[in-house]
């Protein structure tokens, strides 16, 4: 049990979310409970991940949730094992959080993007369809962003478009994406920075200048595609190709990998199979398991394009995953890992009090804002 990479997650605790501060020590070897010396309260070595409170052992959990994630229907595990159904599914929400708190934490900071490809997968759902929309960065082969919605209209694209902007410095960036004009619109509205002039009102935003934009557009006869057109809706034919170029794999510009990653999650989130039997009922199942296909893409698989050969060592390959291409992390992780991980909630802001701070609080101000 190590004490100097936990940290306190009481929300009311002026320590919590920093490690290495001295103020974590052991309550209970056995029970694994720490225990906080600055709000003096306990908890469990599992608090913040997908095993707190469960009864199960961790390891039955983590095979069953492998197996969700690589395409297995509920309702096979549910026989195999004997488990209620109700029992798999609060697993399968309990994963979908986790991995949606650990995309938010980590891979949800600003990064060259370069190259950026993005699309939406028409999925049915029991009673209606909805749209799911994804994003993901060509060179590394990082899924970046993923919006679930019941239509396909400008909020949709407006969101997804958001979280790209999370992950995006402010470089240059080429974004591909089908003919729905949609994202024009969201790009340009999203892509602006607010310039402050002191003035009272609402600030001027100034687009980014090295933005640029590229649509692939097909026509289909027949389900079969006899015509393509690409456009550089902004930006010059030099720029574009000079950011193409920065991306592994030779050609013109297309949406192929957005396209390749759209046939992972129909692979692995049975709800998204073409002509299945494994229709999900709610909007938020189709949004947790896209979080977890997603988050297990990134950080457990790894893939084929990805891959670097050690000339030393005979031609030996390393294999590598989106999160180590993108040096997010510098091993492949398991399931386990993915579930067990501690993420760490916001610094602790202290209140406005009015007057003068007290000697007690101007102590914790010097400790802990520092």
Not at 92 to 119: F, I, K, M, N, W
Not at 211 to 219: C, M, P
Request: charge should be positive.
């Amino acid at each position: 049990m190590d004490l100097t990479s936990t940290f306190c997650p009481n929300l009311d605790c002026p320590a919590r979310g920093q490690t290495g501060q001295g103020n974590i020590g052991l309550h209970s070897r056995k029970d694994r409970r720490f225990r906080c010396r600055q709000c003096r309260k306990t908890f469990a070595a599992t608090q913040g991940t997908a095993f707190f409170r469960l009864r199960t052992p961790a390891e039955t959990v983590t095979l069953v949730v492998t197996l969700i994630a690589h395409g297995c229907p509920l309702q096979a595990i549910v026989v195999a094992f004997g488990f209620d159904e109700r029992t798999v599914a609060d697993w399968l929400t309990r994963a979908g959080r986790q991995s949606q708190a650990v995309h938010e934490h980590v891979v949800q900071t600003p990064r060259d993007l370069g190259q950026v490809q993005a699309d939406e997968i028409r999925v049915k759902k029991q009673g209606g369809i909805v749209w799911m929309a994804l994003a993901m960065m060509v060179s590394t082969r990082l899924w970046l962003a993923g919006e679930v919605s019941e239509h396909r209209d400008l909020p949709l694209i407006r969101r997804l478009i958001e979280q790209v902007r999370t992950c995006a410095l402010k470089r240059a960036i080429l974004v591909c994406t089908d003919g729905l004009c949609t994202y024009i619109r969201a790009l340009r509205e999203t892509f602006r920075d607010a310039v402050r002039t002191g003035k009272r009102g609402r600030p001027r935003l100034r687009p980014w200048k090295r933005l640029l934009i590229a649509q692939v557009v097909k026509r289909y006869e027949r389900r079969r595609v006899v015509e393509v057109e690409r456009r550089i809706v902004q930006g010059s034919a030099a720029q574009v190709e000079k950011l193409r170029h920065r991306s592994p794999g030779d050609g013109v510009i297309n949406t192929a990998y957005i396209e390749r990653l759209n046939a992972t999650f129909r692979e692995r989130l049975s709800s998204l199979t073409r002509r299945g039997r494994a229709l999900a009922r709610q909007t938020c199942t189709l949004q947790l398991g896209m979080y977890l296909i997603g988050t297990v893409y990134n950080f457990c698989t790894p893939h084929a394009s990805l891959r670097l050969t050690k000339t030393a060592a005979g031609g030996a390959c390393v294999e590598r995953t989106p999160a180590m291409a993108a040096r997010i992390t510098d091993h492949g992780w398991s399931v386990r890992e993915l579930l067990s991980f501690h993420v760490p909630p916001p610094r602790w802001t202290p209140p406005k009090p009015r007057g003068r701070h007290s000697q007690a609080l101007q102590r914790l101000l010097e400790r802990w804002c520092s």
